[in-house]
């Protein structure tokens, strides 16, 4: 497992934009899967996007596509979402997670970070 910690989020106006940054510890951040996902008060958890380790591939959620971007940076331990154009509905709080492999779902080896606030106004 690795630790993961994320800032970068804050309030900001619709249509704005966003960057979220994931510090991860550990000596073996670029062989993690990488992955944003946010959840609503009172709503489930949803996939963003996630990132392999190379940083060759990458997916995106439909809600986001065209608007938001994973990327990495193996050097520095640390994975990015920029977030642009932002609507009231992307208001949640995001979380950072790494895996080694295998679903993202009901995995216990995936790590995942405290979460950052965004709230974006209308």
């Known amino acids: 497992q690795v630790q993961l910690v994320e800032s970068g989020g804050g309030l900001v106006q619709a249509g704005g934009s966003l960057r979220l940054s994931c510090a991860a510890s550990?000596?073996?951040?670029?062989?993690?899967?990488m992955g944003w996902f946010r959840q609503a008060p009172g709503k489930e958890r949803e996939f963003v996007a996630d990132i392999m380790w190379s940083g060759s591939s990458t997916y995106y959620a439909d809600s986001v596509k065209g608007r938001f971007t994973i990327s990495r940076d193996n050097s520095q331990n640390t994975v990015y979402l920029q977030m642009n154009s932002l609507k009231p509905e992307d208001t949640a709080v995001y979380y950072c997670a790494a895996k080694s492999g295998g679903s993202w779902y009901q995995n216990p080896d995936a790590s995942w970070g405290q979460g950052t606030q965004v709230t974006v106004s209308s």
């Open positions: 550990g000596r073996t951040f670029s062989r993690y899967i």
